[in-house]
Every structure is written in C-alpha cells, then in structure tokens.
C-alpha cells in the first residue's frame, strides 16, 4: 500500500493519520478496527487525487510485503498451487483478507472477500487486492496472467476504461461478489522457480509463522463463536459471513486445521461451561442459554458427556 501511495505522491503515515480513525494502541485493535484504517486510507487517497481507479496501480515487487509466503509461492508447482497456498495463509498477508479458489466447469474462479468494520470497504481497496494477485502472478510465471471476466459488486463508473486496461478484460460491475474467472490453462503453467523440497519446507515455515503469530484460521472462527454463542446454536452459514468467506472456503480451511465446525462449536462450549460452573452463579437454565442451547436438556446432556455429571452436580460439587 505503501508503495502505490508513494507512486501517486502520498505519503501512507499522512493518509493514515487523516483517515478518520481513531489509532488506539496495536495490541488492541482487531481486525474490524485495522479495516476501517485501512478504508479510511483509500478514501483519503481518492479525495486527494481524484482517481477513483487508484486502487489500480501496480506496486514495485508486488511480493516484497509477503515474507515467508513469497517462498512459498515462488516454489509452488503451478500458478493454481501458490493460489491454493494464499488462500490458505492470506491472514499472514493481512488479517484483514481472505480469498477462495474454486474450479467450475473448464475455468477457475478467484474470490476476494475483505472484513468489514463500521465502514463500507470502498472499491479502491478490491482492485488494489486483484491488482497485487494479477502482478504477483506474472512475477512468478513471467507471463501476463488475464481473466476471462472480472467481477465487480460496485456501480460501474462513468468511464471504465482504467478498469478494462488493467485487468485485460470484460468488467462486469453490480455484480455479487468480487471474484475473477481464469482459465484452466493459465491457472495450469509452471512456475519456473519451482521446487518440490522447497515448497515443502516453505509450507512447514508458514504454518510455524502462522501459528507464532495466533493467526490460525481455527482461532478466528472460535472468536467468531465467542461473540455469538449467546444468541443460539451457531450455523455455519452466519460464521462464514462474518469471515467474509464461502461455507465451502469455512470447511475447507478447518479441515486442513484438523477439526470441523461442529468440533469447534463442542469445544467452545465446553469451554464455556467450565468457567461458568466453576463460578457457580447461574442457573442451569441461565447457562444453557448463555451456550447457544436450545433446550437446558441438551446443556444437560452435554454435561453428561463432557464431565460424566449433570450441571446440578457440578455446581454441587464446585
């Protein structure tokens, strides 16, 4: 961001600074608050430049904010496996992005979802995404890689013609999502720096990197489940769309975590029903609803199942 600030002669502190949002100590800030910076940032850069297709411009080494990933993708087979690989570790990018890729028919369909806060996500920040994947992409193949098509859920401009020369192709605003439609043969060709062993070792870095830095996609989703529980049996679909991300791409990545959404669900509530039983000063109904359960006897029977006892007898025998 950085860098295609400075292109265009702005500078990232000031823009950050002027964005509208309060920068509170770093330890503090999730990821909602980061967005809102970050959307701040590009509205500042538009209001200043009067470019609404800024979030266009192409950076320097569109890998060099990547660390430990940009070896990861460099040493991937194919453009599809260092796809699959970002998808995967995008948090390690930025918390503040996630993306799903998706084989339909003869074509592959790249999808870009960023999290919200209490602003809108403006389009500059969408297009400065794709621009970063599209650049990255011909970094590492050094082939231009174009999209058959490339959506976008935003009004459509009064010229798209800054739109059209970037991405190569037809740009289909108003749509429901932002994602982009390649070809099953672009997604296909190798990468030149690739190499089996590395991208293994690479691969076991960043899981390393990732878990260091708390940012398993295992612990988002149970901060998810956090927020929630209260207000009744969490579904899939609701944690999804607050991760800004598919069913499917919520699935997929627990799995590759080596649990599920229903693993996590349990393992929250019990959780949960430790701490509340060790205080000791709800009902078991109280209780009940406080984990998302329907019916005390469901509480009742997850007690069962967790301690050997029921809620009555634990808060007996705490």
């Not at 297709?53 to 990933?69: D, E, K, S």
């Not at 970094?139 to 190569?168: C, Q, S």
């Not at 009742?300 to 007898?313: D, M, N």
Request: net charge neutral; with cysteine; proline share 5%.
């Amino acid at each position: 961001m950085s860098d295609a600030f400075r292109q265009r002669g702005l500078n990232a502190d000031d823009l950050l600074a002027k964005s509208g949002v309060p920068i509170g100590p770093t330890d503090e800030m999730d990821v909602h608050h980061l967005s809102d910076l970050f959307s701040g940032m590009w509205e500042q850069a538009v209001a200043r430049t009067n470019d609404p297709g800024i979030g266009l411009t192409r950076v320097g080494h569109p890998l060099a904010a990547f660390g430990v990933v940009s070896h990861m993708l460099l040493s991937s087979t194919n453009v599809l496996a260092a796809a699959k690989c970002l998808s995967r570790f995008a948090a390690l990018v930025s918390p503040t992005f996630s993306m799903d890729v998706v084989h339909e028919d003869k074509v592959y369909v790249v999808s870009f979802a960023i999290s919200g806060g209490r602003r809108p996500v403006p389009m500059q920040r969408f297009d400065f995404l794709a621009s970063v994947f599209l650049a990255g992409a011909q970094w590492i193949t050094g082939k231009r890689l174009v999209p058959n098509v490339m959506y976008m859920p935003f009004p459509e401009p009064a010229d798209t013609t800054p739109w059209r020369d970037a991405y190569g192709c037809h740009v289909e605003f108003n749509a429901s999502s932002f994602r982009g439609e390649f070809k099953a043969c672009d997604f296909e060709q190798a990468i030149p720096t690739s190499d089996p062993a590395i991208a293994d070792m690479c691969v076991r870095m960043t899981e390393q990197a990732a878990q260091e830095l708390g940012e398993h996609f295992t612990g988002k989703v149970r901060q998810m489940l956090t927020k929630i529980l209260h207000k009744g049996d969490p579904r899939r679909e609701q944690v999804a769309e607050m991760l800004c991300i598919s069913e499917r791409t919520l699935q997929r990545r627990l799995s590759e975590e080596g649990t599920s959404f229903a693993e996590l669900v349990d393992a929250v509530r019990r959780e949960r029903a430790e701490r509340m039983l060790a205080r000791g000063y709800l009902s078991v109904t109280e209780m009940a609803c406080e984990l998302g359960f329907s019916d005390p006897s469901n509480f009742y029977r997850a007690c069962k199942r967790w301690f050997g006892l029921s809620p009555s007898s634990l808060r007996v025998t705490q």
